[in-house]
C-alpha cells in the first residue's frame, strides 16, 4: 500500500473514506484516532493508504473533493460579506 494523504481533519477524512469505498478503492486508514488523543499538526495524522495500482484512481478523488471543498469555502465566505 502507499500513502495517498495525511489528513487531520475528522470531517474531511470520514467523506474521503465514503467515496474510496463508494468507488471500491482498496484503502486502509492508520492513526485515525490519534489526532483526537493529541492534536499534533502533522505528527498524529490520519494515513491513508491505497492499493499502489488504484492510486490513480484514489488521487483523482482527493483531488475531487478537494476542489468541492474549496469551492464550498468560497461560497461561504461570499455569503459572509
Known amino acids: 500500500m502507499v500513502l495517498l494523504r495525511k489528513i487531520a481533519d475528522p470531517v474531511f477524512l470520514q467523506i474521503l473514506c465514503d467515496a ?11 492513526h485515525a484516532g ?21 492510486f490513480d484512481a484514489a488521487e ?8 468541492l471543498q474549496l469551492e464550498s469555502s468560497g461560497s461561504e465566505e461570499g455569503k459572509n460579506l
Not at 474510496?20 to 492508520?30: K, M, P, T, W
Not at 489526532?35 to 492499493?51: C, E, K, S, T, Y
Request: net charge negative; hydrophobic share 50%.
Open 20 to 30: 474510496l469505498a463508494s468507488r471500491n478503492i482498496e484503502f486502509r486508514v492508520d
Open 60 to 67: 483523482r478523488v482527493l483531488r475531487d473533493l478537494e476542489q
Open 34 to 54: 490519534m489526532n483526537a488523543l493529541m492534536p499534533l499538526p502533522g505528527i498524529m495524522d490520519a494515513r491513508v493508504l491505497v492499493v499502489e495500482r488504484e
